[in-house]
């Protein structure tokens, strides 16, 4: 009998549309004559406000491409799954962001005791959480900028202590710019980049309304180069990609709007740097305890061919045209076999009792 896999796509997170078209590429994927004999797809629509839908109104929305418009629905509707999730012998979780790719929903899947795709709970929580994965990076000897934690309380509630608190970060940090970023997001929703002690003051204010946790990071000029990492415990490295683009900063609107950036497969570099950067991403995954694929993201310094790692995205964006399945394209792994890749490596790791 065909495996039936239970792609979860949607998902109540700012990345929700990005997540129905890297449905759409998996659900193709799993049609395509070597995956079709072996799997039968099952969708599972998760709409923004968190409720689960049938694999029918599941698979017109794969169809359309288009978000189901959604009237708030009260927090029990939450839990009444379509009775065909109790069917599904693996789980595709294709969710970016919070309330995906931060370890609930994997907490969930691992109560199903059912195989799942990608990382844990624990490495879809370190991998979220910015400062949590720079702990986890620091101590596994990987270099990285310099960066202060805060939290929204230490922001808002005593107007007296802000401008100790911008004096303590000063002082950490040195010589603007710097990123500010909500510790829990992707996408760059809720980054800022600051240029003086001002734009400090609101990019901090900005980041507290996303998150409790906040990271500010000393800013650096650097090619933003990107490696993908597919396995559980004996992972490896794809080649090396590199991201370009005209504005500031590779923000939201550079992200999701057509034509703003571009990608390089494989980047222009020196063997031994792709070698180098390939090595420190799988130390990367190791790090956070991920799972299945990550993608792990660097700032390579030319001048003086430094690399700094700057994230691992442990649920990376997998449209046809996404970074992630192209490096591994470009690293002789087909879209299709990529996806069958995971399956197995799920079903592997969960033999292994996890
Ligand atoms: P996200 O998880 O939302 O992608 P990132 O930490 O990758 O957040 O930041 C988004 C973008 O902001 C990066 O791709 C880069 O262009 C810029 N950026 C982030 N941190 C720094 C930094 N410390 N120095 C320079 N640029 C940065
Ligand atoms: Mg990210
Ligand atoms: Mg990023």
Redesign the pocket.
Known sequence: AKLRVGLLFGGRSGEHEVSIVSGRAIARALAEESNAAQYETIPFYIDKEGCWHSPEVSRQVLDSGEALAVQGISAAALWQFPPETASIDVWFPILHGPNGEDGTIQGLLSLMRVPFVGSGVLGSAVGMD?LMMKTAFAEAGLAQ?NYVGVTRSQIWSNPCVFPTLCDDIEAQLGNYPY?V?PAN?????G?S?ARSRAELETALDNAASYDRRIIV??????R?VECAVLGNDRAQASVVGE?SFNSD???YETKYTDGRANLAIPAELPAEVAERLREMAIRAFLAVDAAGLSRV?F?YVEATGEVLI??I?TLPGFTALSMYPQLWAASGVSFPQLVDRLIRLALERHGEGL
């Open positions: 910015k900028v990123f970023k997001l992707g996408s760059s929703v980054i980049k990071e000393a800013g650096v000029t650097a933003e991201i900063f590779y923000d993201d700032f700057n994230e995205n």
